[in-house]
């Protein structure tokens, strides 16, 4: 084309001497390496101090202190006719078994020969310097323990009972000798019988199943409260959210990407959904307040209404990756179909939708698990709260009644003053995170599984 | 003296398949394709050349209105097929493409089995009524693409692990498996490496006993040994159409000549 | 053609062979006119440099041959160029040939110096070789201006030169038949003349060549023939 070029006037180095430039540019690019893996070496460290300190302080949570004691069930207490009419046991209140757990927790101090002032003394009403020791809801379980099998009646039962959360605390090290100086509710006295009493095997730790499967407990009874309620409530808010978003959201990118004209009402559309994606989840949850409890008259606090609520706000994410993942499908494909006769919709259907399948799984279970952590709408709407009522009896029932959500259960934990449902809010977090995790795996295993097909 | 017989290459029918008249183009603002008549013939290859963005490839979507597809394409003027118009309202575009076969640029096999690959065009269209004829057509198909020895131990394979050639072979069983009349070729070979190229030119040469072929091809030398019929498009006009034979060794137009022999045009 | 192509090694490669080609052509004329000279000069070492220079004819259409196989494999020219390289092949062996006319007319200059001249042919030779040698010149002309109408006009020249040969074969027949001993120098000097009229017809070949170069088509319409004479029995012209 041009005239040949010049060969070059100045000497050459030769191949093994790097000149100044070469030198240079190698140094750049050597910086930006160390600049990325101080980077990524920053990001491991946050990343590995957060999983610390969440396991650090949640692990407790997952173990609980109980008393095992040995309840001698007084006939004359709790059935004074002796007829076993289950009316009759019925009527006994939770103040009676009080004193037998008292007797039980006496009859160790003694069995051991412990020398404690501790007495069983009553301090105020019917509660004694020993009540201390267990949890309120200690006498209320062997109620219902009695109220199943009233054959336990006249008999030396052997039970587990919860022990109080300062016990609890006191044995997982949060609660100690110093802490309790400010503290009405224990003495060293309690702690120094609780000492005795473990090593005699009455108080020990244990799995604590009850945070899984168990419901919100009072103020007062912070070793009681579990998270399966607020699990269950999650379950049946991405039910709503899996059954409405997955459907309406796919609909709308398909129509969107494949048969809407491109004119300026759908730019219009497009730019809104992406809008939508960005917009703060509490106001979704005002939404929510506004037209489905305040205009539809939707009962407040059920999971129908969070999932309604989390499906608005995951819907933009949903449709913003399907239809990316409608893009990413060669059109090539489409054509192919086309070329050999199939309509539109065959086409759509036949291979674009199965080949965007991965990505819309994927974006779909990252949407669910966004909605799963959502907290802020569900304050607006209720959901969340004091929930300590039993499990919902049926499947409508778990839609409609009351409930609350993981995340929401945990944010009303961390509000709570006790350090033990400070505990029990890390807890929360570790169980919020596996069940985050999981999703993502199913999301990487359900994307591996369509494309590994070809 | 001998009755020498005629060359291959200039055994042609007179009958037309497709005819095109005052076809007019229009992308957005953009005019691609002004004012072509042409006559395609029965039974005969038909290329189109020309240089990139001459319109060769969308006239050529035009003859099976995959152009439809494109929201900002306008088509004007009047193309038949065997005397009907295709763009006629009452003509359904997915009725007129399983008798107007597509193949494209790259080979685009769907991520299924072969045998799915051919079956799905027969099954939209309700071909076949059992299994068995299905099977017959997915053979036939094959076998009429030159490819049924390479794949008939393993139709269950994807299409998409096959060769490059093999692939675009796959394409045209799939586009002869609905019985097209007319079988378009958006540049089947540019993605092909010579060998298979070589094996689509020869499929394209026994397609021409059953279909009325329409190529698109940037190699000059390729629509010389495939095509009885070459068009040259430039700048959206058709600027000469005539015999392949006439167009490589003495064209008319003196664009034709640039552009065939190389030179700035 | 004006344009240039878009690969200008093609161009190149074009330009080298037509250079090839003009080359050759110069010597083929010089050869032409050289042959000529030397029987009427009966020059014997002219005629030995004719004859010498003939095998770089030969090296040169070998070139040709080379180069426009070379790119015909390379290139795959089709339409003009094709024409182009189709035509400078035939050319170049027409030219080859009409060098070798040239030669053989030299080698028989050598046998005729030996001789006693025949009167007033070796000028009529001459002026035929000049013809023969003006037609090809113009016929190369044609080709590198691409100008068919000089190439038609070539095509008719060969009347001309048909017609000087029977002339000279009436001339040739008639000394023959007054003097048995002119016969081997008549024979050879006919043998001339035929070579010159053959080198004509060759030309004749070269221009319909530069017409189908620049057309596209050869010209079918039959050329003026006018060497019936050399059919005519002497006998009966004598008589």
């Known amino acids: 084309m041009t005239d040949a070029t010049v060969p070059p006037a100045v000497a050459r180095p030769g191949l093994f001497e790097g000149d100044a430039r070469t030198r240079k540019r190698n140094a750049a690019e050597r910086r930006f390496r160390l600049y990325g893996m101080i980077a990524v070496g920053a990001g491991l460290f946050f990343l590995v101090t957060l999983l610390f300190a969440i396991v650090s302080n949640g692990i407790g949570a997952f173990q609980q202190t109980s008393f095992t004691l040995r309840v001698e069930m007084r006939e004359d207490v709790l059935d004074k006719p002796g007829n076993r009419n289950i009316e009759d046991i019925k009527a006994v209140k939770t103040f009676a078994y009080k004193p037998l757990l008292r007797a039980a927790i006496l009859r160790e101090i003694e069995g051991n020969g412990i020398d404690t002032p501790l007495s069983g003394a009553k301090i105020v009403g019917f509660s004694s310097d020993l009540d201390k020791l267990l949890s309120d809801g200690a006498a209320a379980k062997l109620r219902n323990q009695v109220l199943a099998n009233p054959e336990l009646i006249g008999r030396t039962v052997e039970v587990t009972v919860l022990a109080s959360s300062r016990v609890d605390g006191y044995l997982k090290g949060r609660v100690t000798r110093e802490s309790i100086a400010r503290d009405k509710n224990l003495d060293a006295e309690h702690l120094d019988l609780v000492d005795v009493l473990r090593g005699a095997g009455v108080v020990g730790k244990g799995i604590n199943t009850a945070f899984i499967t168990g419901t919100d407990a009072s103020d007062a009874r912070p070793e009681q409260a579990g998270m399966g309620v607020s699990i269950l409530g999650s379950f049946f808010m991405m039910l709503v959210v899996l059954l409405l978003a997955l459907p309406i959201g796919v609909a709308a990118s398909i129509y969107l990407e494949e048969f809407a004209p491109q004119n300026r009402f759908t730019d219009l559309i497009e730019v809104n959904i992406s809008n939508l994606a960005a917009v703060p989840s509490i106001v979704f949850g005002i939404l929510g307040l506004a037209v489905f409890i305040q205009f539809m008259h939707l009962p407040q606090s059920a999971p129908l209404v969070g999932g309604l609520v989390l499906t608005l706000m995951t819907l933009p994410t949903i449709i913003i990756s399907t239809r990316a993942s409608l893009k990413s499908v060669p059109p090539s494909i489409r054509d192919a179909a086309l070329g050999v006769g199939a309509s539109k919709m065959q086409a759509v259907f036949h291979h674009v939708l199965p080949l965007a399948m991965p990505g819309i799984l994927t974006g779909t279970i990252i949407g669910l698990a966004q909605a799963l952590g959502e907290t802020a709408p569900l304050l607006l709407i209720g959901m969340v709260g004091y929930i300590a009522s039993n499990y919902p009896d049926g499947v409508g029932a778990g839609f409609l009644d009351p409930n609350s959500a993981m995340p929401a259960q945990i944010y009303e934990w961390a509000k709570r003053a006790d350090p033990a449902f400070y505990e029990r809010a890390w807890g929360g977090i570790i169980v919020l995170l596996v069940f985050l995790a999981a999703m993502n795996i199913l999301a990487i295993i359900l994307r591996r599984r369509f494309e590994r097909r070809w | 003296m001998y009755d020498t017989p005629k060359l291959e290459s200039e055994t042609v029918t007179d009958e037309v398949k497709i005819s095109a008249r005052g076809c007019q183009v229009h992308y957005g603002d953009n005019h691609a394709i002004k004012d072509v008549d042409i006559d395609i013939q029965d039974k005969t290859v038909t290329s189109f050349i020309g240089p990139s963005g001459c319109g060769k490839s969308t006239f050529l979507r035009c003859l099976n209105r995959m152009n439809d597809t494109i929201d900002i394409c306008r088509v004007q003027g009047n193309i038949t097929l065997d005397g009907q118009d295709i763009y006629d309202p009452r003509v359904d575009p997915v009725q007129l493409r399983a008798r107007v076969g597509m193949v494209f640029q790259k080979p685009n096999p769907f991520p299924k089995s072969i045998y799915d690959n051919v079956a799905y065009g027969p099954k939209i269209h309700g071909m076949a009524r059992n299994k068995a004829d299905l099977d017959g057509i997915v053979e036939k198909s094959l076998r009429r693409a030159a490819i049924w020895d390479e794949v008939k131990d393993r139709l269950g394979a994807p299409g998409t692990g096959l060769s490059g050639g093999q692939q675009q072979r796959l394409c045209i069983a799939r586009a002869v498996a609905t019985e097209p009349e007319v079988l378009l070729m958006d540049e089947p070979c540019s993605a092909l490496d010579p060998i298979a190229t070589a094996q689509v030119e020869e499929l394209i040469d026994e397609l021409r006993q059953d279909y009325s072929v329409v190529i698109v091809t940037h190699s000059m030398q390729q629509a010389a040994r495939v095509s009885q019929k070459t068009a040259f498009f430039h700048l959206g006009n058709l600027v000469e159409y005539g015999d392949t034979g006439q167009i490589f060794t003495n064209p008319a137009d003196t664009r034709t000549e640039s552009y065939i022999t190389g030179r700035i045009g | ?239």
Not at chain 3, 80 to 98: C, F, H, Q
Not at chain 3, 105 to 122: F, I
């Open chain 3, 1 to 239: 053609m004006p344009e240039r192509h878009i690969v200008s090694s093609y161009d190149r490669d074009l330009e080298s062979i037509q250079a090839t080609i003009m080359k050759m052509g110069g010597l083929v004329e010089a050869a032409i006119l050289d042959a000529a000279t030397s029987l009427e000069e009966r020059d014997e070492e002219l005629a030995e440099r004719v004859r010498r220079g003939d095998k770089a004819i030969d090296a040169l259409e070998e070139k040709v041959n080379e180069e426009t196989v070379r790119l015909l494999a390379l290139r795959q020219p089709s339409a003009g160029d094709l024409r182009t390289v189709l035509t400078v092949m035939k050319i170049s062996s027409n030219l080859e040939r009409i060098g070798d006319y040239a030669k053989n007319m030299a080698k028989r200059t050598g046998v005729l110096v030996q001789m006693q001249p025949v009167d007033g042919s070796s000028g009529a030779i001459r002026r035929m070789a000049k013809t023969v040698e003006a037609m090809l010149k113009d016929v190369l002309d044609s080709y590198i201006q691409r100008d068919a109408e000089l190439a038609t006009d070539v095509r008719m020249r060969d009347e001309e030169v048909d017609q000087m040969y029977n002339a000279l074969f009436r001339e040739f027949l008639t000394f023959m038949m007054e003097d048995p001993r002119n016969i081997t120098a008549c024979m050879h000097l006919h043998f001339i003349a035929k070579n010159i009229e053959r080198m004509g017809d060759h030309v004749t070949a070269i221009a319909e060549q530069v017409i189908y170069l620049v057309t596209g088509t050869l010209p079918e319409d039959s050329r003026p023939k006018a060497n019936r004479g050399a059919y005519i029995n002497p006998e009966v012209t004598d008589g």
